[in-house]
């Protein structure tokens, strides 16, 4: 473990930083540098060639010998591709050499990433970009360079590229908003947190399962005797292996300049979870990747695996990702932490406005954006939150806002009125806020907290979304009070937030959202209730969404389309792999173990009748439990196996994933229930893979 005090030492040293830049580069290709990644301007080819240059020596002394552009295709996961620095050097030898035109761009053969369509296999050429706003770091000998990847038409292949979109348009947007209430800023950028949660389980007992192996989580299991019930397990003392692991993990942060700050136990045995310092968006974006990504290779280590499955196990809570949002300006001053001046106030009132507006109007698209086959599982199950999206506010903004909706006092004792503009906003404690878990948007005194997140997905689109729904949202506000003149301006935003509260109060709930009574009241209200990605995915396309992501320049109609077919192959894909692996463990683990065990019984019984021994109701009556649980066990794992293969008769797209999980996931669920059954009746000798138990609380 590293010495506390040598920390600040080691912190970013993976890392291609400003201060190497300068101490590396000619004070000229610097500057020239510098313009590129703080106005988003392209890297002449003139200046690469001395940036790569200094960038390879820079890794070379942190031990790489290879470089990769690092992306984020749509398969939600980080991609490279490795090449070595060796170059002949004409004389048969070698030098180490990385060309500018090697660090701007790269053409990794694209044919095998998901296009959804939009790139037929015979056209495989795609290339990768540099993202210069993301620095370069050195990862297992390797100069990784952050790039966005595009097909060579021009259409969008990766998550990066959208999100870096989605943050320029809001600069522009929330811009317009200041300039309103006088101030002009260089840039304004979104920030984010992201709090992962994470299982780690021993790795002998991780080798034993089929299930976690294939699908990363486990498709059969009775419930152990011990589970969540004692809730002894959350902010509890961590122990040693973990606590080794999360050392490990920390310091191998550190060094990519990734600010790990909350490390604790959670909820679940077994469950831990890591919060980092929030930062620019699509840093917040790249961290997180190399987050989950270092946490599965740390733990191997340790003899541990980490499951990022949103449900690795049924009846323990899932693991989530609570993506923490807010806007500040370059400066660093957050645009959603109340003032303390009138104005301010009012300016804090109409960015919050305008969250509430976007979400309501786009809650569809905030669901899209966290939907996948592993999610459903969490969405909805009262551990996770509702798959309705709505935002928590707490009780003094919503005072405020019902004072402005309806010139009544927020605060009745002395009759205190909020005038926008005119009076300052009532300091409220920021923990207040915080209280309700249930809620999947929730204001967090001075960021916003979306906690719908799978453990496994990339923030990347859900970021996408915020920034996108709110840029537009701000544009509307900003075309109502541009021309407005200065005396009545203060009273033409209190209007716009009074007109708007009124048609977008519906989202605002600050009950229980795990409540029926809650689903009857949102239905009531209009809210969408999208349960599962089938029901929430094919809305992408509404012309509504269409119409927006052109407008901001995010996507065109046929990358949306795309994003939605790529979404739904991938549920079809996971779905299929579970109910194939489903029948395989049953067909050739689960029935021929109990066979064996009620093999074993029917000797003790002939052997007993063979002696006159009368006395053998148990084992009667376990040889025809066992029995009755195999046949339905062995009968539903035909029934699944041959609804999957109907499934071939479907198209791609929204029918197959439909007809999966209306037909195909019913037989899975229960062919499950039937196994879970035989678990606790066999004797543990003749169980095929280890329990619950020996998972959850093996470490
Ligand atoms: P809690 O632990 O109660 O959920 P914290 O205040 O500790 O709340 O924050 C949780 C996460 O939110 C952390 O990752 C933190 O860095 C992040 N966060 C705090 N402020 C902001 C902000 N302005 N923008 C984005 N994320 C933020
Ligand atoms: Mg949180």
New binding site residues.
């Given amino acids: 473990m590293i010495e506390a005090k040598k920390i600040p030492e080691v912190f970013g040293t993976m890392v291609f930083r400003d201060k190497d830049m300068k101490e590396r580069l000619s004070p000229e290709i610097y500057a020239k540098l510098h313009k590129t990644i703080d106005n988003g301007e392209p890297l002449s080819p003139e200046i690469a060639g001395s940036v790569a240059d200094a960038m390879k020596e820079w890794a070379m002394e942190r031990g790489a010998t290879h470089y990769t552009h690092w992306f984020q295709p749509m398969t939600g996961i980080t991609a490279e591709k490795h090449d070595s620095f060796i170059e002949p050097d004409g004389n048969g030898g070698l030098i180490m050499k990385f060309s500018g035109k090697a660090l701007i761009k790269g053409e990794p053969d694209a044919s095998s990433f998901p296009s959804g369509g939009l790139r037929a296999t015979f056209e495989a050429r795609g290339y990768t970009a540099w993202d210069p706003t993301s620095p370069a770091f050195v990862k297992q000998n390797t100069l990784c360079i952050p790039t966005a990847f595009c097909s060579y038409s021009g259409e969008v292949l990766d998550k990066k590229t959208p999100l870096l979109r989605s943050m320029e348009i809001i600069n522009v947007s929330a811009k317009r908003i200041l300039r309103l209430f006088g101030k002009d800023v260089h840039r304004v950028i979104t920030?984010?947190?992201?709090?992962q949660e994470y299982f780690l389980i021993p790795k002998e007992m991780y080798d034993k399962r089929l299930d976690l192996k294939l699908c990363g989580r486990t498709l059969f299991g009775a419930r152990p005797p011990k589970g969540q019930q004692l809730d002894d397990h959350y902010f509890g003392a961590i122990k040693v292996k973990v606590k080794e692991f999360m050392d490990e993990l920390d310091e191998e942060l550190w060094k990519l300049g990734i600010?790990a700050?909350?490390e604790h136990n959670e909820v679940a045995p077994s469950q831990h979870e890591l919060?980092?310092?929030?930062t620019t968006t699509n840093i917040a974006c790249d961290h997180n990747q190399l987050t989950m990504e270092l946490m599965k290779r740390i733990a191997e280590k340790h003899g541990l695996v980490c499951l990022l499955h949103e449900k690795p196990f049924a009846g323990v809570n899932g693991s989530g990702k609570?993506n923490?949002?807010?806007l500040?300006t370059s400066d660093g001053v957050?645009l959603?932490?109340p003032g303390d001046s009138p104005s301010d106030n009012a300016q804090f009132l109409l960015f919050l406005t305008a969250v509430i507006s976007a979400v309501d109007e786009y809650a569809d698209l905030l669901r899209i954006s966290v939907a996948s086959v592993s999610n459903d599982h969490r969405l909805g199950a009262s551990e996770a939150p509702p798959a309705i999206v709505s935002i928590f506010l707490g009780e003094e903004l919503n005072d405020i806002y019902k004072s402005i909706e309806s010139a009544t006092p927020y605060n009745k004792k002395d009759s205190t009125y909020m005038d926008v503009g005119a009076s300052v906003l009532p300091v409220f404690p920021k923990d207040n806020t915080?209280r309700n878990r249930t809620s999947p948007f929730a204001f967090?005194g001075?960021?916003f907290?979306f906690r719908m997140l799978g453990a496994n997905d990339s923030i990347a689109c859900a970021n996408i979304m915020l920034n996108t729904i709110v840029s537009d949202t701000l544009d509307r506000y900003a075309d109502a009070l541009e021309g407005v003149k200065p005396e009545e301006f203060n009273s033409a935003v209190t209007a716009l937030i009074r007109s708007e509260y009124k048609a977008h109060k519906r989202v605002i709930f600050n009950g229980n959202g795990y409540s029926h009574e809650w689903e009857l009241e949102a239905m009531a209200r209009g809210l969408h209730n999208y349960k599962t990605t089938v029901d929430a995915v094919p809305h992408y396309t509404d012309e509504k969404n269409v119409a927006l992501f052109e407008r901001k320049g995010i996507f065109t109609a046929t990358e949306i389309a795309s994003r939605r077919d790529i979404l739904l192959e991938n549920y079809s894909s996971m779905l299929s792999i579970e109910a194939a692996a489903m029948v395989d463990i049953a067909r050739k683990f689960i029935v021929p173990a109990s066979l064996s065990y009620i093999g074993e019984l029917s000797k003790i019984l002939a052997d007993k009748k063979a002696s006159g021994i009368k006395a053998c109701r148990t084992e009667r009556a376990l040889v025809d439990k066992l029995s009755d649980y195999t046949d339905l066990a062995y009968g539903y794992a035909c029934e699944l196996s041959d609804a999957l293969a109907a499934a071939d008769g479907y198209e791609h797209g929204i029918e197959r994933a439909k007809y999966l999980a209306n037909t195909v996931k019913p037989c899975m669920e229960k062919l499950r229930a039937a196994a879970d059954e035989l678990e606790p009746l066999t004797a543990k000798k003749y169980w095929p893979y280890p329990s619950y138990s020996d998972l959850l609380f093996g470490v």
């Fill in positions: 920030t984010a947190g992201a709090e600010l700050k909350t919060a980092p310092i929030f609570h923490n949002w807010s500040s957050n959603l932490e915080d967090t001075n960021k907290e």
